[in-house]
């Protein structure tokens, strides 16, 4: 009972059921006890709880709360009372563009929300559902996400961007952090300019000396190596070759008057025609040079010309003369090169009714004086006489005759074949260095242009190498116009059918008797071409030539057969006869050696692959060998003179031709004393 009528109290004072309270009343008179927790907002006072009056500043805490009912019941709450408290304050919130979307409290800061500072005043509820107000100063920072773009010479690799260490020139992401903390990225281009190492040649004048490159100061000509920066400033290096010139050479070429000479060029007098070299001086403080002067004299012209000269015309003024009358007069005139010339004048004295005109002209130039007129193509006859009248001829009412004699324009030919050492060539006025087809332009003494084609032919001049024998019984040796008694090397000049001189190198050898008898002759099949056969001969040492001879007519020589070695083709297995040698030189001729060819007649030696490089060679050679029988090499001349032993060692030899000629020799590959095979090498 007693509980019933506490929560009818509860009910009465919290929800405002006391009007019941009557009825609780009528059942019992009693005081009732009971207990009850509130809250209760800062801004909700002053709070009224049954009969009584909570005002603000009440704290939180345990209050005793009579109750006085109308039927004379009592009741006492225990009551628990909490303040919340009511907000209204300030905050700063700091946020990155990479922290968006962000939530504060009912407010979100959308992914969109541009950069800066922004004042909000949010309404808000405490957990104990009590508003509260908030001035809020929102800071929004950038985060980038950006492109740059660096260049550095190769020399600074490796590079740091952003705490991280680059080694090589790309491109790459970097991640860093603004001053307010936010995340950005960087996506970097890195590019390396090279540092170069460059190669320069500069010819400076002698007198340029010192002379700056670049950040040095070069005293003379030689090699450097001279520090520079590129346009990107990137560290090089330049290795620079210096030289200064040796007298520079230009050329000119002048027409001077004969009475002009001698002729001051710079400050050199030059007394003639000719070619001239003449040292200048710069003013510009440059190089001296030296000037290749061609000089050419034109000749002082000499001309007839007629005229007619009305009588009322006189004095009549020609050239730089007064004429007075008819008659004839030298006139001083100046050539097309200022060349003092001569005018033959002859002046008629034109009297009314009857004129006379002598006139030259060159045969296609047409003619046009006193009013008449004549194309090129009437111009090519050998003379022609007009008649005609004209009212004014100088003034003079006259029949007119004009006797015009057409001068030949000539286009010759001349063709000149001379030796090779007689370049540079001179004729018609012109030099020439090399040999060719020219047209030339000349005038005949009446200043008619014309050509000459002039063709230059030259004929080589020979250098020839000989080699030749004779026998000491004979005593002499000659070639051409030349005797020789001894043997040496001569040099013997000699014309050829165009009669220009040419020179033999004559290498001439005295041979004191006959060959030796050649011996035995070897023979080996190739390996390759079966129908060929090899046949060779030791060189024999006083042999000049060789002469081979075979017997069977199938049989067909391939290459020489005047060397100690013979091929043959077109041999068979069955095939007999003979193969047989002769040693010649100047004295005469060797026993024969001769070799026996039938099915078993053939002596093989034994196969050697030979390889002899470098051949031909400046200095040494290279002796390599497949046959371990092979244990020397023996290095002879042409003429069968042993000059070099060399042992082959584990299929090696290496000979060294420098202290002899250029020419051929001979490489003998020897198995202790049997000749296996000989080679050929050439001393360049």
Known sequence: MVMKIKLLIVSCLVFGLCGFLPAVKAVESATVYVTDTVYVCENAFPFHYADTVFYLGTLSGNYVVNINHVGGMDSVVALTLYVSSTYSGRDTLTLCQSDLPYQYGNMTVSATMPTGTYNRVLFLQTVHGCDSIINLMLTIYPSYTRAQQIQICESDLPYTFGGRVLTTAGTYRISLQTAHGCDSVINLSLSANPSYALYDTVKVCPTAFPYRYGTRLLASEGDYRVDASTVKGCDSVVFLHLESYNYPLTYDTLHLCASALPYRYGNTYIPNQGSWDVPLVSVKGGCDSLVRVQVYTEPKYRHNHYIYVCSNDFPYTYGDQTIWDSGYYEINMHSVYGCDSIIDLHVSVAEPHSVVFHDTVCQGDGYNRYGFVLPPSATFLPRLTIYGRRATIFGCDSNITIHIVFTPVYKDTDRVEICETLLPYKKHGRVFNRAGDYLLPFQTIHGCDSTILFSLRTTKVYHVDMTAHFCAGEGSYQLGDS????????????????????????????????????????????????????????????????????????????????????????????????????????????????????????????????????????????????????????????????????????????????????????????????????????RK
């Open 483 to 682: 005797v020789f008694t001894k043997e040496g090397d001569y040099m013997v000049v000699m014309s050829t059918q165009s009669g220009c001189d040419s020179v033999i190198s004559l290498h001439l050898v005295k041979d004191e008797r006959a060959p030796y008898y050649a011996g035995e002759i070897y023979s080996k099949k190739d390996l390759y071409q079966t129908d060929k056969q090899t046949f060779w001969i030791s060189a024999v040492p006083n042999a000049s030539t060789y002469h081979w001879s075979y017997t069977n007519t199938a049989w067909r020589v391939e290459g020489r057969s005047d060397d100690y070695i013979l091929a043959l083709r077109n041999m068979q297995e069955s095939d007999t006869g003979t193969v047989s040698v002769e040693a010649v030189n100047a004295c005469g001729v060797s026993q024969a050696s001769v070799l026996k060819i039938g099915t078993s007649g053939i002596s093989e030696m034994e196969l050697v692959q030979a390889r002899v490089f470098p051949n031909p060679t400046d200095n040494q050679v290279t002796v390599e060998v497949n046959n371990a029988s092979v244990n020397r090499v023996e290095l002879y001349d042409v003429n069968g003179r042993k000059l070099l032993a060399q042992p082959v060692v584990e299929g090696k030899a290496t000979l060294s031709l420098e202290p002899y000629a250029p020419g051929i020799y001979l490489l003998r590959l020897q198995a202790d004393n049997r000749l296996l095979q000989t080679v050929r090498v050439v």
